[in-house]
């Protein structure tokens, strides 16, 4: 049966009976068998299907919340013997939003050091991307903005504020002010990220309150690219602080402070919520609160 409702998970997240027997390592018809026998078993239809799938049935997407609830705990139950017979080992699959790439190593540096078996995958996705990946099971844990769009059934552990800095070259306007305000920083030639990122939202929201909007030239899901434009001198970006920090900027690139508001914005470490949670993801969440009081002793 967990066999079966791993499949059905696989089957409804890839929306494709190939894709989905290639996740699970199995053929095609394989898989189809395996379904319809979770379907006799359970005495439903599960997926609608024509010369291809097509959806699940309103049973399905009922078994589909079960099935989720039975695999997580089954791999819970797996996870949680094999760190009572070995010692915590595994691998971790974290996704990111693209903001908090560069702070992701404060938690798993340490945690490496504390638990030398463990592994990880970490993956750059936007926030509602995360939120996904978490309800389908791809991954252990994200992080995420906290505060402004909702969560679901999630334990979240507040890391930090995102802080938000005009990025510029020196000799670029308001490069040698000590502070800038949203409505000022609308005028700019910029480089920002793309529309579906929760940092880019959240942007476009403050410059809307002063009366300003967001015109870039340039937009990206990857803050490497960003940065790289910015040092060119043509362009500008608003970044948070701490990510600006974090790549050591040369003397002739500028960070101003935003105001009129100098806002900030709550991210921090999200998993899905179970009791018990497993092993690992116990001991990430552990690790993301000692990040977060170290954090509030500065």
């Known amino acids: 049966m967990i066999d079966k409702l791993e499949f059905f998970i696989a089957l409804a997240n890839q929306k494709h009976f190939g894709r989905a027997a290639e996740e699970c390592g199995v053929t095609q018809p394989t898989l189809s068998a395996a379904i319809r026998q979770l379907e006799d078993q359970l005495g439903v239809m599960l997926v609608s299907r024509g010369s291809r799938f097509q959806g699940l049935t309103p049973e399905g997407q009922r078994v589909l919340e079960w099935a989720r609830r039975i695999v997580g705990d089954s791999r819970t139950m797996r996870e949680e013997m094999r760190a009572a017979r070995k010692g915590l080992a595994g691998h971790i699959r974290i996704a990111a939003i693209p903001t908090a790439l560069a702070m992701v190593q404060k938690i798993t540096t340490p945690f490496q050091e504390r638990h030398p078996d463990v592994t990880f995958s970490i993956l750059s996705r936007n926030s509602l991307q995360v939120l996904s990946l978490l309800e389908n099971l791809e991954i252990d844990a994200g992080i995420t903005y906290l505060e402004n769009e909702p969560l679901g059934r999630v334990t979240s552990v507040p890391l930090y504020a995102e802080r938000y800095h005009l990025i510029t070259a020196a000799g670029s306007p308001f490069s040698e002010r000590e502070t800038v305000t949203w409505k000022e920083v609308g005028d700019l030639r910029l480089c920002l990220l793309t529309a579906d990122m929760q940092n880019r939202r959240i942007i476009n929201r403050h410059l809307a309150e002063a009366g300003a909007t967001a015109k870039p030239t340039l937009e990206s899901h990857s803050m490497i690219v960003l940065f790289s434009h910015v040092q060119t001198g043509r362009w500008a970006s608003i970044m ?42 116990s001991a990430l969440l552990h690790e993301a609160r000692l990040l977060a009081e170290e954090n509030r002793s500065r």
């Open 240 to 281: 948070p602080k701490n990510i600006a920090d974090s790549f050591g900027f040369p003397a002739d690139i500028h960070k101003i402070p935003i105001t009129e508001p100098d806002a900030e914005h709550l991210v921090g470490l999200v998993a899905t919520h179970r009791e018990p949670f497993t092993p690992l993801v």
